[in-house]
């Protein structure tokens, strides 16, 4: 197994330990996911995911194809087990970033798509935000701070690392640490628990 392999492997274990711990903190009850940002976040890391193989992105696009897949899953699960309060602003997110998407097939570069798919995927993550603003408990900043660690070992897993390749994987990164440290925030000033393993009773 060569170094990117190894590093692409990684990602893909660190991811579904991520998964595997926001998973079991829905099935506790302490996580409600938003349907609509995690099938946006499934349907943008697809595209990600088509425009990383075009970028040279070797075995790092198949740690993104896993991540792509299960936030799919999860957002079926969300369907009947997540966050239902839908508000006009995240049917409005949702129905922009579903006409936007079309867009990288529109040109052959996959540089320009991945611009598109930072710029659609900033979008989809309104419906979480606004939804861990006033509940900021129903979402796991650990799961979010390992789920930033998976992208910083895809940047590793490229085979020839090039900036057009690196930008992807970077920003997921920046936004998951970005969102976990956005939640501990907003637990600390609601007065939650700091994380989802706390012993702390919860309001």
């Not at 740690?63 to 049917?91: M, N, P």
């Not at 129905?95 to 529109?106: D, G, T």
């Not at 611009?115 to 796991?140: C, G, H």
């Amino acid at each position: 197994m060569d170094q990117h392999s190894f590093f692409a492997l990684a990602a893909i274990t660190l991811a579904a330990l991520r998964y595997g711990t926001y998973l079991y903190t829905i099935y506790q009850g302490k996580t409600k996911p938003h349907a609509f940002t995690w099938l946006l976040l499934g349907s943008v890391t697809t595209v990600g995911t088509i425009a990383q193989f075009g970028l040279g992105g070797g075995p790092s696009a198949w740690a993104l194809a896993f991540v792509a897949f299960t936030c799919l899953f999860i957002a079926f699960l969300a369907l009947f087990v997540g966050e239902r309060d839908y508000k006009t602003s995240d049917w409005a997110a949702l129905i922009v970033c579903f006409m936007a998407i079309p867009l990288w097939k529109i040109t052959e570069n996959p540089m320009v798509a991945v611009i598109l798919v930072v710029a659609i995927d900033i979008l989809s993550y309104w419906p979480m935000i606004r939804k861990s603003f006033n509940k900021p408990q129903t979402e796991p900043p650990i799961s979010a701070f390992i789920s930033g660690m998976r992208y910083f070992l895809i940047l590793f897993a490229v085979p020839e690392p090039t900036w057009e390749s690196l930008v992807y994987p970077l920003y997921l990164m920046l936004v998951d640490w970005g969102f976990a440290g956005y939640i501990v925030i907003r637990r600390a000033q609601l007065g939650y628990p700091l994380h989802e393993y706390s012993k702390r009773q919860t309001k």
